[in-house]
């Protein structure tokens, strides 16, 4: 399979633990796209990294919030003690960063804050 | 800064009927790309079909067609000959630096 994988798919943690997602991106894209999503919502935008550049970063992403990619391979986010609207989707993507630009999606990481 | 308006938050057609989802957009950029995302209930992200600005034929993907009207700044996608598969969360997404999305509308078909 040569599609973007993300792991965990679901993940239950109490308020104010820490949790790691983990993004493989396709192997020859060299852009990769973190993005959060809630209900009922389209896909926001987070962060992206060309290589293992990290080249910018939405202002929703507070300081508990931190990604890397150290290889330019795969990339993980790590939220520091999680709030309850930490709850959501958290999407991947990836791209070659060629016209036209398209993006393919992981299936995502279901964050649930209790 | 880029915008992408998805009015529509929920539509249904009977299959085998046409729909047109609407989006307009926001955008300083000249030149920029505009898309079509599918996501079925729980499952991933899919691209539909593209649309790059400076082409001014409207793109085609098999049932799927969009309406480009750059200086309106709307991006319609139609469906014909809706299908239960086309079940979905269709979102309109617009690129010019990095790729803004729009709300989403969703789709329903009537057997």
Redesign the interface.
């Given at each position: 399979d040569t599609g973007v994988s993300q792991d965990p798919r679901h993940k239950i943690t109490k308020r104010g633990q820490n949790v790691t997602f983990r993004c493989d991106p396709i192997s020859e894209h060299n852009r990769l796209?973190w993005y959060r999503q809630t209900l009922?919502?389209?896909?926001?935008?987070l962060t992206?990294f060309q290589n293992e550049a990290q080249l910018?970063k939405s202002r929703l992403l507070s300081d508990r919030f931190s990604a890397e990619r150290p290889k330019g391979s795969f990339s993980t986010l790590e939220i520091q003690r999680t709030e309850q609207g930490d709850s959501a989707m958290y999407?991947c993507?990836s791209s070659s960063g060629l016209?036209?630009?398209?993006?393919?999606?992981?299936?995502?990481t279901r964050l649930t804050v209790t | 800064a880029q915008t992408v308006t998805q009015s529509q938050p929920e539509m249904s057609v009977q299959e085998a009927e046409t729909v047109t989802l609407s989006c307009t957009y926001d955008t300083s950029e000249s030149d920029y790309y505009l898309f079509w995302y599918k996501q079925p209930p729980s499952r991933q992200m899919i691209l539909v079909i593209r649309q790059e600005a400076y082409k001014q034929q409207n793109a085609t993907e098999n049932r799927f067609s969009v309406n480009f009207q750059k200086a309106a700044k709307s991006f319609s996608l139609k469906i014909s000959d809706s299908q239960l598969g086309d079940a979905a969360m269709y979102f309109c997404a617009s690129r010019d630096d990095k790729i803004i999305f729009g709300k989403g509308t969703r789709l329903h078909i009537l057997p």
């Amino acid at each position: 399979d040569t599609g973007v994988s993300q792991d965990p798919r679901h993940k239950i943690t109490k308020r104010g633990q820490n949790v790691t997602f983990r993004c493989d991106p396709i192997s020859e894209h060299n852009r990769l796209y973190w993005y959060r999503q809630t209900l009922g919502q389209g896909p926001e935008f987070l962060t992206y990294f060309q290589n293992e550049a990290q080249l910018e970063k939405s202002r929703l992403l507070s300081d508990r919030f931190s990604a890397e990619r150290p290889k330019g391979s795969f990339s993980t986010l790590e939220i520091q003690r999680t709030e309850q609207g930490d709850s959501a989707m958290y999407l991947c993507a990836s791209s070659s960063g060629l016209p036209p630009y398209e993006q393919y999606f992981g299936p995502g990481t279901r964050l649930t804050v209790t | 800064a880029q915008t992408v308006t998805q009015s529509q938050p929920e539509m249904s057609v009977q299959e085998a009927e046409t729909v047109t989802l609407s989006c307009t957009y926001d955008t300083s950029e000249s030149d920029y790309y505009l898309f079509w995302y599918k996501q079925p209930p729980s499952r991933q992200m899919i691209l539909v079909i593209r649309q790059e600005a400076y082409k001014q034929q409207n793109a085609t993907e098999n049932r799927f067609s969009v309406n480009f009207q750059k200086a309106a700044k709307s991006f319609s996608l139609k469906i014909s000959d809706s299908q239960l598969g086309d079940a979905a969360m269709y979102f309109c997404a617009s690129r010019d630096d990095k790729i803004i999305f729009g709300k989403g509308t969703r789709l329903h078909i009537l057997p």
